[in-house]
């Protein structure tokens, strides 16, 4: 009976599930990212341990929004960190099993590891450190493939191109090549798997081009949601934004539209180009096995007048009572201020000072006057620079962001 109680006690416990945090994204998509930021800084300090990666990447993104580069890169590495480590406690096993998915420590979905390390390497590069930047693509460049099972290949296209620059930087010719041809394969594999992109991609066929760098990451990223019978499948749907893509203009002078590098919606709903809706079957296979085999060890034990009937009965017990606490609802915890895409840009820009506009367009081309946003940037004598903007409006307001 001891036994009985411990158990049920345990799958009590281990059963408390962890909400998604209550992200104002209501004022994200208005670009009231200060509003977000001191939000997810209260749930830094305050909010549940579960959930410190997540609050963590959405902070630093607001950050980098916000112009504060070097926040940014403490807050996505403390997630980074986080988000990598597989190491479990024996009572996070324990709640992996029979509790809900999400009472776990948050740490990602490959595509969520993939974005902590696209901006960590942003971050690094803004730092003066292509070195780390290079390092940081790499890790998403492994975290994307990252599967039990070898025919997932890895296909964020944005990272293997940065990688590919970052060794160029570093003066390796040889390794950027070696990226590059990854990029593109990777551009070519996403597509074919029902991606958005150009094939062949501008981006890619001169992957080397230009000193000035812009990045453009366009619309809000999936939304996750628990399917199936038991709410057991983590299935993902896009969420409407009206941003498709961008164009730029430098003095005045149309430097043209923007490419796609990463299909964020993409990268959530499938591994390696097969689509995987982050199924938990064995979780409910096994709350079913374990309530028929309570349920039939209970009726052994009944009919059995032998010294096994009470092992019998206390097996059967457990079993229905950890048949009872075993929750298959999928986690639905998500970073829900990514990008629905991110893309780029390049150019040959003189040195100097230049007042760049960059439009974001609906679907049919069309300008979204909101969203139209107006910096000054700086390309130096020697070397590149490189800008990110979001799909957000009034962000021209915040300031000049750091190359």
Same mark, same amino acid.
């Given at each position: 009976?001891?036994?009985?109680?411990?158990?049920?006690?345990? &799958?009590?416990?281990?059963?408390?599930?962890?909400?998604?945090?209550?992200?104002?994204?209501?004022? /994200?998509?208005?670009?009231?990212?200060?509003?977000?930021?001191?939000?997810?800084?209260?749930?830094?300090?305050?909010?549940?341990?579960?959930?410190?990666?997540?609050?963590?990447?959405?902070?630093?993104?607001?950050?980098?929004?916000?112009?504060?580069?070097?926040?940014?890169?403490?807050?996505?590495?403390?997630? !980074?960190?986080?988000?990598?480590?597989?190491?479990?406690?024996?009572?996070?096993?324990?709640?992996?099993?029979? !509790?809900?998915?999400?009472?776990?420590?948050?740490?990602?979905?490959?595509?969520?590891?993939?974005?902590?390390?696209?901006?960590?390497?942003?971050?690094? +590069?803004?730092?003066?450190?292509?070195?780390?930047?290079?390092? %940081?693509?790499?890790?998403?460049?492994?975290?994307?493939?990252?599967?039990?099972?070898?025919?997932?290949?890895?296909?964020?296209?944005?990272?293997?191109?940065?990688?590919?620059?970052?060794?160029?930087?570093?003066?390796?010719?040889?390794?950027?090549?070696? /990226?590059?041809?990854?990029?593109?394969?990777?551009?070519?594999?996403?597509?074919?798997?029902? *991606?958005?992109?150009?094939?062949?991609?501008?981006?890619?066929? %001169?992957?080397?081009?230009?000193?000035?760098?812009?990045? &453009?990451?366009?619309?809000?990223?999936?939304?996750?949601?628990?399917?199936?019978?038991?709410?057991?499948?983590?299935?993902?749907?896009?969420?409407?934004?009206?941003?498709? @893509?961008?164009?730029?203009?430098?003095?005045?002078?149309?430097? !043209?539209?923007?490419?796609?590098?990463?299909?964020?919606?993409?990268? %959530?709903?499938? @591994?390696?180009?097969?689509?995987?809706?982050?199924?938990?079957?064995?979780?409910?296979? /096994?709350?079913?096995?374990?309530?028929?085999?309570?349920?039939?060890?209970?009726?052994?034990? %009944?009919?059995?007048?032998? @010294?096994?009937?009470?092992?019998?009965? +206390?097996?059967?017990?457990?079993?229905?009572?950890?048949?009872?606490?075993?929750?298959? &609802?999928?986690?639905?915890?998500?970073?829900?201020?990514?990008?629905?895409?991110?893309?780029? +840009?390049?150019?040959?820009?003189?040195?100097?000072?230049?007042?760049?506009?960059?439009?974001?367009?609906?679907?049919?081309? @069309?300008?979204?006057?909101?969203?139209?946003?107006?910096?000054?940037?700086?390309?130096?004598?020697?070397?590149? *620079?490189?800008? +990110?903007?979001?799909?957000?409006?009034?962000?021209?307001?915040? !300031?000049?962001?750091?190359?």
């Amino acid at each position: 009976m001891r036994t009985v109680v411990a158990v049920s006690c345990a &799958a009590l416990l281990a059963g408390c599930a962890i909400d998604q945090p209550d992200v104002p994204m209501r004022d /994200f998509r208005a670009g009231n990212v200060e509003a977000v930021r001191a939000f997810v800084r209260h749930e830094v300090d305050s909010g549940p341990a579960e959930n410190q990666a997540l609050v963590l990447d959405v902070l630093a993104q607001c950050e980098l929004l916000l112009g504060q580069q070097r926040d940014a890169l403490q807050h996505f590495g403390a997630a !980074g960190s986080i988000m990598g480590n597989w190491q479990t406690a024996g009572s996070e096993t324990f709640n992996a099993v029979v !509790g809900s998915e999400s009472s776990k420590n948050w740490r990602g979905d490959p595509y969520e590891k993939a974005m902590n390390a696209f901006y960590l390497g942003l971050c690094y +590069l803004w730092h003066g450190e292509p070195d780390n930047a290079r390092a %940081a693509f790499k890790k998403g460049i492994l975290a994307d493939g990252e599967s039990g099972d070898e025919k997932y290949q890895a296909d964020f296209t944005l990272l293997f191109w940065l990688a590919g620059r970052m060794s160029a930087l570093m003066g390796a010719p040889g390794e950027a090549a070696d /990226f590059y041809r990854e990029a593109n394969k990777a551009n070519d594999f996403m597509i074919a798997h029902g *991606s958005r992109g150009q094939q062949p991609n501008p981006l890619l066929q %001169a992957p080397d081009h230009g000193n000035l760098v812009i990045l &453009a990451e366009c619309g809000l990223g999936p939304e996750k949601y628990a399917g199936g019978g038991q709410e057991q499948l983590a299935r993902f749907r896009p969420r409407w934004h009206p941003a498709q @893509r961008a164009q730029v203009s430098i003095d005045g002078r149309m430097l !043209g539209s923007t490419s796609v590098l990463v299909d964020v919606d993409y990268q %959530a709903r499938t @591994r390696g180009g097969t689509e995987m809706e982050g199924i938990h079957e064995g979780k409910a296979v /096994f709350k079913t096995v374990a309530g028929v085999s309570g349920a039939v060890l209970l009726w052994s034990a %009944a009919h059995d007048r032998g @010294r096994g009937a009470r092992d019998k009965a +206390l097996a059967g017990g457990g079993l229905l009572l950890l048949s009872l606490f075993t929750s298959t &609802a999928a986690d639905v915890r998500h970073w829900p201020t990514l990008p629905s895409t991110v893309q780029g +840009l390049c150019a040959q820009v003189a040195p100097g000072d230049h007042a760049l506009t960059i439009e974001f367009l609906d679907g049919q081309g @069309r300008v979204l006057p909101d969203l139209t946003q107006h910096w000054s940037v700086t390309v130096p004598v020697t070397g590149e *620079s490189y800008y +990110l903007f979001r799909s957000l409006p009034g962000l021209d307001r915040i !300031g000049k962001p750091r190359g």
